[in-house]
């Protein structure tokens, strides 16, 4: 299909950007499995969701039905200031490999909020603008997300509350201060101004605090305040809604020049970008037009798809929000310290989930040593430094076109390179020093993560 | 002459990419004056150039008759993976603002090294491999150049030792650990391996560094060690010309909506990114063809061109590299703490600085607060957080546009973007706890500084 030459980077003009979000839910005919109220066990009203969530967000969690959302023109205009992302040609890591495979990757760290999580940051932030809200909370661990989320109500004139797990808020600073120069406000969590953070606080004094914590805080803080409410970053449905323009564009692209991906790759930890990845293509699979083969990618320290349970479980650790259907290694779960913070999430989002379980998505776990030594040679002949959550799918991507040139087969390879580095230094040095320790968790440290997942009827796993 | 819509950004396809440098100098009826020997006071032969740099260097070094270098295909091909770096009508900020200016920047950040810095640096790491060596040694201060050379250089196999200031080294490891990601090696100076370093350890043990000792160290390592050559940054008129790689960009995307600036504001230090982004405007100029205004802007901390004198000056304090006839504040001034480490700089291109003598250029200082303020407004409506360099050009653009929001001009400003603030976090935080200062150097000070020059029959000044 190469009839055009290929340029290394594929832009699109702005006629020929999406304008609307895909909502794979439309195209699957096992739909995930509501949300559940954790106190009546009862799938979540709209009523009550709208509490901690802005109204019309809260429509679109719900929304099964509806293909295509229209993006909103305000969030069309936004995206224009850093969309599209170019979707490259790895022209430099095929020759180093030696493959006939054709590697592209859709990068979207094209943003100084470094990550892919401003797309769907503008979108959550101009719904609760229109809301007539005042602002907005949220917790960050890692820091992408508190700053893509800082970034985007800097845009609006909303105001931003964003709890930090403390011991980043002290050991990270420069996260905390892009965030802090966005306008936004970064709380060490646990902190002195919600019940839960002074109970907290009380009870365990130096607290270095934990995203559970900072989960509770935000969500306590957004209800308890007239004008706020509380926005995520991953897992919800609405936030794989939001993130299908990375699809979207990645797939409008490809078009553009005839490219048809045989394998398309994504890391995943919530599954935000995964999911958004892969959107428009799984659609085609899902009403059987096309197929393709999807490889999610877990690090092995955090591995909810590959080695986690298929049940009701809570979102957070501190258990304040809806219940949600999905791969879990348990609320309680501790991953090992992994550098890619981004991905040491106990669950994985309730869609991702239900077609890793229908046989749609592939799921692989991979190792942070040989990941970052991946990220190295990327780097080294592409240029872009990415982050470790990244470099997961750039791990799996290299190994699926070492397999091509085992075989000879021109296999044409997608994956998402969510991200750049540059806040992960640290990770870098441990991995320049060979002092990056590898740890996997037991099968019996995942057990008694996984029989603390409360257990009802319905909820047998 | 908007006539067509124009874009957030705009965009070459690879067949309106640019394919020459072009050479300022054909065109100046003044030619900067030649490179001193400072042992012999005579101007630098091509011989004696190549003992220190390369050997197709030194050619376009002295090369004041050709007006446009043909850019060799390896050096494209390597572009095509981050450039053309986008061209954005800064929207939003104009709306902020109010102002019927029209502002548009020229992006260099969008690549790891997170600035402009790697348009000369593939350049200079290309003719060092075609010329057969093993590889090159340069200094770094702030880090951007060590980390752009280490980039290039782990793209062609080539052997980078990057001499890292001390206490850059050390209190800065996120940079440094980029180059050590990219394969370089950076080496804390003074260090052990040079006579120069052995000497300064000896006598002040525990010696923090300086910029002037690193570079000293790495023309010593390059002139002493086979298959070595030392490479520059800045300030030499071969990097203005890799750098003119922006221009030609910028000029290409306007011309294509038929847009003329009038307005092009730079930040110099050395004069890399701002001789580069005025190039083929200046050349027209020049050469009478259209008019344009165009502003260097300097830091007030370290204001050459706005306080200088023109005179043939030292290019390192540490006094082995040619002398060049330059604004300078002396090649002993020590500029104070000022964050944006860039343009901190004690000379200025010959090439600028002839253009700013003969009244092609307007030269103005800023204040680092202002800056700051500056770079606030900016992130929070377009998004990107600046380089603090970067800054410098931001606040004149809005001081431009303010100007005509109070006359009702509808101006065009152009201005460079050279980087982004990722690694500047630490002067952010400064700044977002109100602790930043301001320091402006007496007429005192830059006295002492510039009676160091020396004085010899046709260096009167």
Known sequence: MDTKKIPYKIYLNEEEMPQFWYNMRADMKNKPAPLLNPGTLKPCTAEELEHVFCRELVKQELNETDRYIPIPQEILDFYKMYRPSPLTRAYCLEKKLGTPAKIYYKFEGNNTSGSHKLNSAIAQAFYAKEQGLKGVTTETGAG???????????????????????????????????????????IPSPSMETEIGRKINAEYPGCTGSLGCAISEAVEYATKHDGYRYVLGSVLSQVLLHQSIIGMEAKAAMDKYGIKPDVIIGCAGG?????????????EKLRGEK?????????????????????YDFCDTGEVCPMQKMYTLGSQFMPSANHAGGLRYHGMSAIVSQLYHDGYIEARSVGQTEVFKAAELFCRSEGTLPAPESSHA????????????????????????????????????????????????????????????????????
């Open 144 to 186: 992408q997300w508190g700053t893509a989320m800082s970034m985007a109500c800097a845009y609006l004139g909303l105001d931003c509350r964003v709890y930090q797990v403390r011991c980043s808020y002290e050991q990270k600073p420069h996260r905390r201060e892009v965030i802090r120069t966005y306008g936004a406000q970064a």
């Open 291 to 311: 197929d393709y083969q999807f490889i999610a990618i877990e690090p092995a320290s955090c591995p909810s798809l590959t080695r986690g349970v298929f049940a």
């Open 394 to 461: 750039i791990k799996v991507a290299i190994d699926e076109a070492l397999k091509c040139k085992e075989t000879g087969e021109e296999k044409t390879i997608l994956f998402g390179l969510t991200g750049t580095g540059y806040f992960d230094m640290k990770a870098y040095e441990a991995f320049n020093n060979g002092t990056m320790s590898d740890y996997i968790p037991t099968d019996e440290e995942i057990k008694k993560a996984t029989d603390l997942i409360p257990r009802f009827p319905g909820n047998e796993f």
């Open 271 to 283: 599954g935000s970008n995964l999911g958004g990845l892969i959107s428009p293509f799984m659609g």
